[in-house]
């Protein structure tokens, strides 16, 4: 990478720290007062940003069972990278949630004080196992090998560690992230969630966006020769792209039905969605630089370094979009009693929203302290080493 590019690079990770560092000023000394978000619309750009980052994280880490617990050894060079991702992506999304809750220094008691019959409890209990399993799993890729062990028999244990590890982890990245999308649909009084699609929904879209991602920080950031990157970015364009196109099938299969017979609470909230007043946000940012665009590199130059840390940080940084139209219309476009807008008059007594500078301030320094933890662990650690 040029010099110039590196400075504008860092020049723009520290502006985003920077604009980040007051956003969490704001929020611990102003609270919640600056949001835009209010007693109708109580879930906004935080929330939607808890269930990106954990996409990504449940995305990052499922293609990396592809490798340790099915085999695929043309991808093992992508195996450590994918698990830090992982990592990574996990508390990131915790922040996020943690940033949102009304009372953040009690979040512990959700370990001390556990309710058995709540969702919550049983997804924060499923992070913490899903997490330790991946720094389980890093340590067992990266330890050197003992001198008294020769090479076969060290690497034939280490494979086999990291399968049956991996194996574990599958079902709980399944649980955990199917399970915020069955949190979703549970709830009958929105139409735009209450559907049975959703928990698929939520797993295909992170593997897409998470796939995407590896695609583009193995672009940028892969130093394992010109020839093997381009085999490795041919076949994870490959997985993106069919990913890609299979999610856009569910989605459209959740949309047309509705659209197709124009009745009910469903059809209003989803024409809203696709041609109201924040079209461009399905139209421009998810189909068109999220879909469209992505899809035509991947399918017409998947070996081209530059086309492909486009084609996955178009898809990984716009699938945001994605999630703000799931949580987003869910509240604003199909109140649950009619009326109710009407019926009382305050200024946070409203059903629309639009996330703040400050609450997009706070979401700026996850990503960057994100962005510069990826940064330290690849000069730290070997990530794309193979684990042969």
């Given at each position: 990478?040029?010099?110039?590019?590196?400075?504008v690079?860092?020049?723009?990770?520290l502006a985003l720290l920077?604009?980040g560092?007051?956003?969490?000023?704001?929020?611990?000394t102003?609270?919640?007062?600056?949001?835009?978000y209010g007693?109708?619309?109580?879930?906004?750009?935080?929330?939607?940003?808890?269930?990106?980052?954990i996409?990504?994280?449940?995305?990052?880490?499922?293609?990396?069972c592809?490798?340790?617990?099915?085999?695929?050894?043309?991808?093992?060079?992508?195996g450590?990278?994918?698990?830090?991702?992982?990592?990574?992506t996990?508390?990131m999304?915790l922040?996020?949630?943690?940033?949102?809750?009304?009372?953040?220094w009690?979040?512990?008691?959700?370990?001390?004080?556990a309710?058995w019959?709540?969702m919550?409890?049983?997804?924060v209990?499923?992070?913490s196992?899903?997490?330790?399993?991946i720094?389980?799993?890093?340590?067992?890729?990266?330890r050197?090998?003992?001198?008294?062990?020769?090479?076969?028999?060290?690497?034939?244990?280490?494979?086999?560690?990291l399968?049956?590890?991996?194996?574990?982890?599958?079902?709980?990245?399944?649980?955990?992230?199917?399970?915020?999308?069955?949190?979703?649909?549970?709830?009958g009084?929105k139409?735009?969630?209450?559907?049975?699609?959703?928990p698929?929904?939520?797993?295909?879209?992170?593997?897409?966006?998470g796939?995407?991602l590896?695609?583009?920080?193995?672009?940028l950031?892969g130093?394992?020769?010109?020839?093997?990157?381009i085999?490795?970015t041919?076949?994870l364009?490959?997985?993106?792209?069919a990913?890609?196109?299979?999610?856009?099938?569910?989605e459209?299969?959740e949309?047309?039905i509705p659209?197709?017979?124009?009745v009910?609470?469903?059809?209003?909230?989803?024409?809203?969605?696709?041609?109201?007043?924040?079209?461009w946000?399905?139209w421009?940012?998810?189909?068109?630089?999220?879909?469209?665009?992505?899809?035509?590199l991947?399918i017409?130059r998947?070996?081209?370094?530059?086309a492909?840390?486009?084609?996955?940080?178009?898809i990984?940084?716009?699938?945001?979009?994605?999630?703000l139209n799931?949580?987003?219309?869910?509240?604003?476009?199909?109140?649950?009693?009619?009326?109710?807008?009407?019926?009382?008059?305050?200024p946070?007594?409203?059903f629309?929203?639009?996330?703040?500078?400050y609450?997009?301030?706070?979401?700026?320094?996850?990503?960057?302290?994100?962005?510069?933890a990826?940064?330290i662990?690849?000069?730290l650690?070997?990530?794309?080493?193979?684990?042969?």
């Amino acid at each position: 990478m040029k010099r110039s590019t590196q400075i504008v690079l860092w020049v723009i990770w520290l502006a985003l720290l920077a604009w980040g560092i007051t956003g969490v000023w704001r929020r611990f000394t102003e609270g919640h007062a600056p949001a835009n978000y209010g007693s109708y619309v109580p879930w906004g750009l935080w929330v939607a940003a808890y269930i990106y980052f954990i996409g990504l994280s449940a995305g990052s880490f499922l293609l990396s069972c592809l490798i340790y617990v099915f085999g695929m050894r043309k991808l093992e060079r992508v195996g450590r990278l994918a698990l830090f991702t992982a990592a990574l992506t996990l508390p990131m999304a915790l922040i996020c949630i943690w940033f949102d809750l009304g009372q953040m220094w009690r979040s512990y008691e959700v370990f001390t004080r556990a309710h058995w019959t709540s969702m919550m409890t049983w997804m924060v209990w499923l992070y913490s196992g899903y997490f330790v399993l991946i720094l389980v799993e890093l340590y067992v890729d990266m330890r050197p090998r003992r001198p008294d062990i020769d090479i076969e028999r060290w690497e034939y244990r280490k494979r086999r560690t990291l399968r049956i590890l991996g194996s574990i982890g599958v079902p709980l990245a399944l649980a955990f992230h199917g399970g915020v999308g069955a949190l979703f649909a549970t709830l009958g009084a929105k139409p735009l969630w209450h559907s049975g699609l959703f928990p698929i929904l939520f797993l295909t879209g992170a593997l897409v966006s998470g796939g995407a991602l590896i695609l583009a920080i193995v672009s940028l950031m892969g130093n394992f020769g010109e020839e093997k990157r381009i085999e490795i970015t041919r076949i994870l364009s490959r997985i993106v792209l069919a990913l890609l196109l299979f999610d856009l099938l569910l989605e459209w299969a959740e949309l047309s039905i509705p659209m197709w017979y124009r009745v009910g609470p469903e059809y209003e909230a989803l024409y809203d969605l696709l041609f109201g007043q924040y079209w461009w946000v399905f139209w421009v940012f998810h189909i068109l630089l999220g879909s469209v665009i992505p899809a035509i590199l991947l399918i017409s130059r998947p070996t081209s370094r530059g086309a492909m840390i486009a084609a996955g940080g178009l898809i990984a940084v716009t699938f945001m979009a994605v999630r703000l139209n799931i949580v987003i219309p869910g509240q604003v476009l199909a109140p649950a009693l009619q009326g109710l807008a009407d019926a009382y008059q305050d200024p946070r007594l409203v059903f629309s929203y639009m996330p703040s500078l400050y609450e997009w301030s706070v979401v700026s320094f996850v990503a960057a302290g994100g962005i510069g933890a990826m940064y330290i662990g690849k000069r730290l650690l070997p990530l794309t080493q193979p684990s042969s």
